[in-house]
């Protein structure tokens, strides 16, 4: 037992100083499509501004309020939702945009829950369902999410049958898309997710974002934040592998396997499979 305690400390304490490593490393390569550095680039008013410009050239606005990586909580019962950069126009109106590098099968989904948060935001400030201002939430990807070779995928609630009928909900929502391949999108936005996708830009746009990333990545107060919100993410990732491993191990000693077969299916140590099954029998006791 004591032996298995101390390796498990040597794996974690080696496993941390190899993560330490890594993240110091990506920490001097990181650009505007990472997701931290999107939300401390974009804190930034005048830069978030004209990116929301680019992005939504009707939108009429002359200030807006900059939330960088705001969060909103209803209950403990209930999934709150943080929004890398949040902004609200002088209307009243909201802006989410979130910065997604991966594909994890549930943007559609996260989009939706997003913009009811938007909402909840505006209603817990004693707002009428009728004076609700619009609501736009707007995903970057460096991957094109829909395979149609679009740079920007819009979506608004329309009419089934008929699709010249809104809804008219005040609810929009955007992907953009940094690989796209056709010519369906402004000069300007066009340079802004060339840019994302690490392409060499000639705008005067760009070079602003590029100079404010290369900025943030001299702070030396946001690049400890940085290692300290990707080092626990790392732990619990780490925790909640060990306690899969206990869990397996578990069930299997419940369907009657032997620690001997367990070792030798699952090629994990015997003392980690002995300590689970004296946790268990101690279970029993009780």
Known sequence: MDNLIFENELIESQLRLETEERLREQWE???IS????FCKVMQEKELLEELIRRILPDLR?????????KTIEIGPDIHGVRFDVFGTLEDGSTVDIEMQVLNTGNLPK?????GSMADVQMLEKGT???ELMESYVIMICPFDLFGEGRHVYTFKNLCKEDPELELGDGTCKLVL???GTMNDVSAKLKAF?????????DDEYVKKLDEAVKRARINKKWRTEFMIINMRDREHEYIGREMHKREQIAEMLKDGKTPDE??????????LIEEVQKNMMAETVK
Not at 110 to 114: E, F, I, L, T
Request: proline share 2%.
């Open 262 to 271: 367990i070792s030798a299916f699952c090629k994990y140590p015997m003392e």
């Open 128 to 130: 009428v369902y009728d």
């Open 61 to 69: 606005f002359t200030d807006l309020k900059v939330e960088a990586q």
């Open 29 to 31: 390569t990181l650009g």
């Open 193 to 201: 997710l060339d840019y994302v996708a690490g392409k060499a830009v």
């Open 110 to 114: 996260r989009m939706r829950y997003y």
């Open 177 to 179: 898309n940094a690989a």
């Open 34 to 37: 990472n997701d931290f550095i």
